[in-house]
Nanobody, 116 residues
Framework: QVQLVESGGGLVQAGGSLRLSCAVS????????FGWYRQTPGKQRDLVAI???????NYADSVKGRFTISRDNAKNTVYLQMNSLKPEDTAVYYC??????????WGQGTQVTVRS
């Protein structure tokens, strides 16, 4: 089965940094696109960043210039480097992927809390 396991969340001061990791198994990692999403209570899950199989990246405007998504195909891991964190970045962050014809898969999420 497909599994995505996020880690690296925590409590950080505004202006600080965190690196999230998403360990992937049960899927051919190198040919899939992966995304990081975030969600706060009462709100929809929003796309933060995506990275294609070829390494092409896209970012939400709210994180552009501060966050970097990357992937290590040898480790089957997707990363989200988050710099210059703001209180509004506080959310549960999820790793996700949508292989063609196979539905959408999510990790369990990791909490990121940014203090003023």
């Amino acid at each position: 089965q497909v599994q995505l396991v996020e880690s690296g969340g925590g409590l950080v001061q505004a202006g600080g940094s965190l690196r999230l990791s998403c360990a992937v198994s049960g899927i051919t990692f190198n040919i899939n696109t992966f995304g990081w999403y975030r969600q706060t209570p009462g709100k929809q899950r929003d796309l933060v960043a995506i990275i294609s199989s070829g390494g092409t990246t896209n970012y939400a405007d709210s994180v552009k210039g501060r966050f970097t998504i990357s992937r290590d195909n040898a480790k089957n891991t997707v990363y989200l480097q988050m710099n210059s964190l703001k209180p509004e970045d506080t959310a549960v962050y999820y790793c996700g992927t949508n292989p063609p014809g196979r539905g959408y898969y999510w990790g369990q999420g990791t909490q990121v809390t940014v203090r003023s």
